[in-house]
């Protein structure tokens, strides 16, 4: 049976047809074959707004988590710095702005290659990146703080992946020689700069050590999403550590999971990297 077509508001032409494609699968929205106008159904608008409605419950969720945590460690540790003084103990780690200007503002650097890798097949990807003689990896960079994250984080984290949450799926990596690889010589580590806790929580998640919403990894039935949950892995070729640390410290002094003592390793390598210590 062929389809019904329908006047256009938009273009007068009788082009209106009900539309069964992505991202509306049969819900009765409409689409016009001549000026592509999209007349959506009150079944699509529903599903849209219940979804922006989970997600603001999720966030929510999550912030208040995170609220949570702070006030624990807060109560736990009242002798470490916060982050609204980090700034006037460390201030020349955190020149001002010399301009008022937003040109003048120095910029993060780009990726010198980013991919999407789905949780699917996040170990197999890891492995590529560093498999064939390429780069050794190394999780564990001078600069880094340690594996910090209770299990109710990993698993507040993954959840919040899994129900599709927007946000935290960015993972930052250097290795100087990227360009060179798979030629002889290059044997700079491929290094995590940001995301080390994010990245472990899934791991630990795949490997079977986390629940998420009471299950375990082998316990659920079919396969996680080709596109989500997923991580964008960024890979820079910053060629000094002093550029590295720099670029770690710019990422993680304005947030509230890094605690001062969490910063310190970074900030005393970096003293010492000005200080020429280490070159």
Excluded at 44 to 68: C, G, S, T, V
Excluded at 229 to 235: G, L
Excluded at 238 to 252: C, D, I, P, S
Aim: charge should be negative; include cysteine.
């Amino acid at each position: 049976m062929g389809k019904r077509f329908e006047q256009c508001p938009e273009c007068n032409k009788k082009g209106l047809y009900v539309s069964n494609g992505y991202p509306y699968f049969g819900d009765g929205s409409k689409t016009c074959r001549y000026c592509q106008h999209i007349i959506l159904s009150s079944e699509h608008l529903a599903k849209k707004e219940q979804q922006r409605i989970d997600r603001e419950k999720a966030m929510a969720w999550l912030k208040q988590k995170e609220r949570n945590f702070e006030a624990l460690e807060k109560a736990l540790h009242p002798e470490r710095e916060t982050f609204s003084n980090l700034r006037e103990t460390h201030p020349h780690f955190f020149p001002n702005n010399p301009k008022t200007c937003f040109e003048s503002i120095d910029k993060f650097p780009v990726a010198r290659y980013a991919i999407d890798v789905s949780w699917e097949y996040l170990r197999q990807s890891i492995q590529t990146l560093t498999g064939d003689g390429w780069f050794p990896l190394e999780m564990n960079p001078p600069y880094q703080r340690g594996y910090v994250w209770t299990v109710e984080q990993k698993i507040a984290f993954v959840e919040f992946q899994l129900r599709d949450g927007v946000g935290g799926d960015q993972i930052y990596w250097n290795c100087r020689d990227w360009d060179k690889r798979g030629q002889e010589g290059t044997s700079s580590p491929l290094e995590i700069v940001d995301g080390k806790q994010r990245l472990m929580a899934v791991l630990d998640f795949l490997d079977g050590h986390i629940p998420a919403f009471g299950s375990y990894f082998s316990e659920y039935e079919g396969r996680l999403g080709m596109i989500t949950p997923k991580f964008r892995m960024n890979v820079n070729n910053l060629e000094t550590e002093l550029e590295v640390v720099q670029w770690y410290l710019a990422m993680n002094t304005g947030g509230s999971i890094h605690t001062a003592k969490d910063l310190a390793p970074a900030l005393e390598l970096l003293q010492s990297l000005q200080n020429g210590e280490f070159f």
